[in-house]
């Protein structure tokens, strides 16, 4: 049985490769990884373990107290994500129930015709009660975004416990919170 034998591009793709290979062995050499990032670098599946690096270099776990610990804190994250979701519900609500009709249609139709009169006063206080409460509810906003893309990245860490806890957290965060929008 004779090989078949090589193209020049096959030829020109094997050297750059083989100097790929070089460049990452000598990389490596250069720029050593922690053990535990050598062995969670291209873990791609879920694992039961008892050391992972979550969100910063500095929340690195290496024991099950301190797995049992993190999970505890993205427990009460995950909680806090649903918390958050509730109040910025419940911030809408009382904004809009606080206007009344006529003091809402009011401020549309004034807003239409771009008066320069001067404003009464209830309409100005009217006006600064929605300002407040809409930038009020940006504020949860942004933080419901930044505590949801930590859970994300936690989850990202592929770690089973944590993941649990994410979810957990999730599930008690609903639990907990949703009964609080039907006491309005």
Known sequence: ????????????????????????REHSFHCPKP???????FQMHFIFSDEVVLLFDFWSVHSPAGVALSVLVVLLLAV?????KVGKARLLHQALTS???????????????????????????????????????SLL??????IGYFMMLAVMSYNTWIF???????GVGYYLAYPLLSMT
């Open 35 to 41: 053990p535990v990032m050598q062995s969670l670098l």
């Open 80 to 84: 806090l994500y649903e918390g958050i």
């Open 1 to 24: 049985m004779a090989l078949p034998a090589l193209k020049s591009s096959d030829l020109i793709f094997l050297g750059l490769y083989k100097r790929l290979l070089e460049s990452i």
């Open 99 to 137: 206007l009344s009709i006529s003091t809402s249609q009011q401020l549309i139709e004034e807003t239409d015709q771009h008066s320069t009169s001067s404003d009464s006063p209830h309409v100005s206080r009217t006006r600064l009660r929605w300002f407040l409460c809409h930038f009020g509810q």
């Open 164 to 170: 649990f806890g994410v979810v957990l957290g999730s």
């Open 141 to 146: 906003h942004v933080a419901q975004v930044v």
